[in-house]
């Protein structure tokens, strides 16, 4: 499966923005991820197949939502209240076997959008 994620930009804290990732192909379990400068890759949300179940990192929840229309194959974070902290490299992944915070379970990626957030 490719994944191509997009949406990304530069926007002010507080301010909102809606990545997208459009799927080749069925994708199961997806998740979003995230890398900052010098940091290492960070789990932000993940959703099963049918959208029901999300998980969400605690440094988003209340802020980023996840969702997914199957029919288009795509995949969405809705980012609100956006901070400083949240600059970094935004990841899609897919089909993982689990609903899991943990990269290494998912084997296909997308390149990533940048989001970044001014004070």
């Known amino acids: 499966v490719q994944l191509q994620a997009s949406g990304g930009g530069l926007v002010q804290a507080g301010q909102s923005l809606r990545l997208s990732c459009v799927a080749s192909?069925?994708?199961?379990?997806m998740g979003w991820f995230r890398q900052a400068p010098g940091k290492e890759r960070e789990f932000v949300a993940t959703i099963n197949g049918y959208g029901a179940i999300k998980i969400y990192a605690d440094s988003v929840k209340g802020r980023f939502t996840i969702s997914r229309d199957n029919a288009k194959n795509t995949l969405y974070l809705q980012m609100s209240s956006l901070r400083p902290e949240d600059t970094a490299l935004y990841y899609c992944?897919?089909?993982?076997?689990?609903?899991?915070?943990?990269?290494?379970?998912?084997?296909?990626w997308g390149r990533g959008t940048q989001v970044t957030v001014s004070s």
């Open positions: 192909g069925r994708t199961g379990i």
């Open positions: 992944a897919s089909s993982a076997p689990r609903l899991s915070r943990n990269g290494n379970e998912y084997p296909d």
